[in-house]
């Protein structure tokens, strides 16, 4: 029963540690006071963990009454529940079966930079992927589409972002206050199309898989075909003089294939923002170090951005988690420290010290 987040409109979470001798009116007080919820809201489950994580207990409300549920794992399971100081959590459903499946109900990213001797070809990727099993969400290039080819267990899904992008560059070239040229009217319902299948998709987000799938293929997939036959329509029906449109047509048509995956599956996002977010700061920045032009140097330089992004995607502050990292490899030999010390130093660890986690200095 417990894993069925469906059973549950609202999900709340009472972080820290319970007292788990209470029953049902020392529970309902927690709910009241504490947490500052109404307990007798319909639809609603309340979850507490104590000292031992390895049982929880849950409060539900079902219209005449409450129903108190107590969980005990197995083996050595248990629960990873969270001990910050705040006293009450709402929790999407996807969140909740991360909980009940003995993950964090925040999934830890890891971000990677690389070089190759400054080749962006296929055969670089594939080093890089070696071994990789899965999604690749990409833009158009045509180096990911190679392997997208080689490999079977290896699927590409397109940006639609980067297909937007194209659009929406053309509709800025027009003149404030000036009427809109055909090609830049054209452009301007482009990108107007995609931004429907955004806000179509995005209602769905933190729903259960299947709500997903069914959101997309009911909701969103009829949006995408009309957008692809609308755009074979321009290119074979109307004349277009504008190159630059041509080309963001043409881009579409080509793309069609990694642009539709994302509607097999709840998991894909239908851009690579993530991705491009990480590189930001880096490429902003690589205009102040031309004259630094050493192969070593840039593989570090990767290393260094790759732990300081996957610390500020876990909620690091970069500065401290570096400053606390020194401090503990400084003990080890160089290259030799234990492989169970460096799970616990990765910047999604658990144990990392609060000073790594607290994003901004206080005053």
Same mark, same amino acid.
């Given at each position: ?38 307990? +007798?809201? /319909? ?183 009309? =957008? ?21 047509? +043409? ?17 894909? /996002? ?11 700061? =880096? ?67 658990? +144990? ?12």
């Amino acid at each position: 029963m417990l894993k069925d987040a469906e059973c549950f409109t609202h999900i709340y979470l009472r972080t820290g540690r319970t007292d788990m001798r209470l029953g049902i009116d020392g529970l309902l007080a927690v709910i009241g006071g504490q947490m500052e919820l109404d307990p +007798t809201e /319909p639809g609603s489950i309340f979850l507490f963990c104590g000292h031992k994580k390895d049982r929880i207990k849950a409060l539900i409300f079902e219209g005449d009454g409450w129903l108190l549920c107590y969980k005990r794992l197995t083996g050595d399971c248990s629960y990873q529940w969270p001990r910050d100081e705040s006293e009450a959590g709402k929790l999407t459903k996807q969140q909740f079966r991360w909980l009940m499946e003995g993950l964090s109900i925040e999934q830890k990213k890891v971000i990677k930079d690389t070089y190759d001797n400054g080749s962006r070809s296929a055969a670089v990727i594939d080093r890089y992927l070696e071994g990789y099993k899965g999604i690749l969400v990409s833009d158009g290039y045509a180096s990911c589409h190679t392997l997208d080819r080689k490999h079977d267990d290896l699927k590409v899904a397109g940006c639609w972002v980067h297909c937007k992008r194209k659009y929406a560059e053309i509709v800025k070239t027009a003149k404030k206050g000036a009427a809109l040229s055909p090609a830049q009217q054209i452009a301007r319902e482009a990108a107007e199309r995609i931004a429907v299948i955004f806000h179509t998709d995005n209602p769905s987000r933190g729903k259960s898989s299947q709500e997903i799938i069914d959101n997309r293929q009911q909701s969103v997939k009829p949006l995408v075909d009309a =957008f692809f036959a609308w755009v074979k329509d321009i290119l074979d029906n109307k004349i277009i003089s504008s190159t630059d449109l041509k080309k963001a047509l +043409t881009y579409s048509v080509n793309q069609e294939k990694y642009l539709r995956v994302f509607l097999e599956s709840a998991i894909i /996002p239908l851009d690579n923002n993530d991705a491009e977010r990480s590189i930001k700061k =880096f490429c902003v920045g690589k205009h102040s170090w031309h004259i630094i032009d050493s192969k070593k140097g840039a593989k570090a330089s990767a290393i260094l951005y790759s732990i300081a992004e996957t610390a500020k995607a876990n909620g690091l502050n970069p500065f401290e988690y570096f400053k606390f990292l020194m401090e503990q490899l400084k003990e080890y030999p160089r290259n030799d420290v234990p492989e169970e010390e460096l799970k616990k130093l990765m910047p999604r660890s658990e +144990t990392l010290p609060d000073c790594c986690k607290q994003l901004k200095k206080q005053s």
